[in-house]
């Protein structure tokens, strides 16, 4: 079961990383704070989903492309619970900045874990076919300071 659990998180990482590459490239350099809001409102709404057992409300905030990689909210969940448990159940988390690409928004979250570890995670983020936000993936940030 572990191999499978890597062998789907590193597939998960390969797909987001060629997402984050693709969507690199600045839109332009204006403030997001017009959207900030949406989109916050959207990953502060999964993380209490995902607090409350709620896998059909927090699966609800992904995009296609990560529901065709986890077909169902089960598996979804599951896949946050063993591989994320600081997004599962941080004890706080903090928005940071956020950046407008040309494939959409990416912004960054601070968690803090149980044991008052710290975590980033750049969450891509793009409108879905009803012009709502949707999560495209959660990209670890590493070896950043003053984030």
Not at 87 to 110: D, M, N, S
Not at 125 to 130: F, G, T, V, Y
Request: aromatic fraction near 12%; charged fraction near 20%; proline fraction near 4%.
């Amino acid at each position: 079961m572990k191999i499978v659990g890597f062998l789907i998180r590193t597939l998960v990482f390969i797909f987001l990383f060629f997402n984050l590459v693709a969507a690199a490239e600045p839109e332009k350099s204006g403030e997001v704070s017009n959207i900030e809001s949406e989109i916050r409102g959207v990953i502060s709404d999964q993380i209490d989903a995902f607090s409350k057992f709620d896998v059909e409300r927090a699966y609800s905030h992904a995009s296609k492309a990560i529901k065709s990689i986890f077909p169902s909210a089960k598996i979804f969940g599951s896949m946050v619970r063993q591989s994320y448990p600081m997004i599962w159940a941080p004890k706080e988390y903090h928005f940071l900045k956020a950046e407008v690409t040309a494939g959409g928004v990416i912004q960054r979250v601070i968690f803090t874990d149980e044991k008052e570890n710290l975590h980033l995670f750049d969450y891509l983020m793009l409108p879905n076919e009803l012009g709502n936000w949707a999560i495209n993936g959660v990209i670890p940030v590493m070896g950043e300071k003053g984030a």
